[in-house]
């Protein structure tokens, strides 16, 4: 059982460093969030934007980028 645990918690980890980067590697500007511009290089993440963008800014964070299914 603990060595389920232990590949569970593996695997997600590995989740999401590949979030963080694929989050960094859309950042161009590197100021943070994800703009609407810089989204359109991704054309899943493009047509989910307005969903994940939770307070309606044009922009998203980290938080609201992790609900991104990659």
Known sequence: MKKVIVSMFVVL???SV???DAFAALDE???GVISLEEAKVNPSLLAKFKELDK???G???K???SGFTL
Do not use: P
């Open 29 to 31: 500007d590197k100021n």
């Open 63 to 65: 938080k609201e980028f």
């Open 59 to 61: 922009e998203l964070s």
């Open 18 to 20: 590949m979030a963080l």
């Open 13 to 15: 980890s590995s989740f």
């Open 55 to 57: 307070d309606n800014n």
